[in-house]
């Protein structure tokens, strides 16, 4: 083997690992739920107004933040309700993480006074305290129905509760007992 030849095929033995590397899937997928605000870990850096257009329209703004993608939600433990919806006035099987589970996940200072911003695709947005999200069993549900929630229904992400089973809510006309529950949602700011 000559220099020329040498060198050349030690140029691409060094490119391959390289390609090999940027050819596999990154194991991730798209984020569907950022938490933002008073968390103590973060998997993505600061707000880029280009590339977060949504968040950047909803004036949302935050140096560092979790993104949770679809799998990573369903690793969460599961829980199961059946509210009866306001859309239909049946009862549906809901099942996701808890809420307060999912902001564990990001070490979140949840306090007595810590409030949840739970935002929705639409601009929807809800200020939730915690201390009601954990009374209330709020869950970031994924599946209705044993089927995903699909974009452009209620999902792919809805922040709800069985209402049926908070006697103060029960007692309300159905489309009452819906308001704090932003279907849709994409984002959570926590303020301690």
Known sequence: MNKRQFLGAAAVAGALPIAGHAAQPSGRGPALLTITGDIAHSNRGPL??????????????????????????????PVTIRPTLEYDGKPHTLRGPLLTD???????????????????????????????????????????????????????????????????????PLPQRFAACPWALYHVEVKA
């Open 48 to 77: 880029d107004p280009a590339l977060d257009q949504m968040m950047h329209k909803h004036q949302v703004t935050f140096a560092k933040a979790w993104a949770f993608d679809y799998a990573s939600l369903l690793a969460l433990p």
């Open 102 to 172: 999912v902001l564990a996940r990001t070490g979140a200072t949840v306090g007595d006074r810590t409030v949840l911003v739970l935002r929705a695709v639409d601009g929807y947005n809800v200020e939730l305290p915690v201390a009601q999200a954990r009374a209330r069993r709020f869950i970031v549900a994924t599946h209705i129905d044993g089927n995903p929630i699909p974009l452009g229904g209620l999902g792919p992400l809805w922040a709800v509760y069985d209402a049926d089973r908070v006697a103060e809510m029960a007692a309300l």
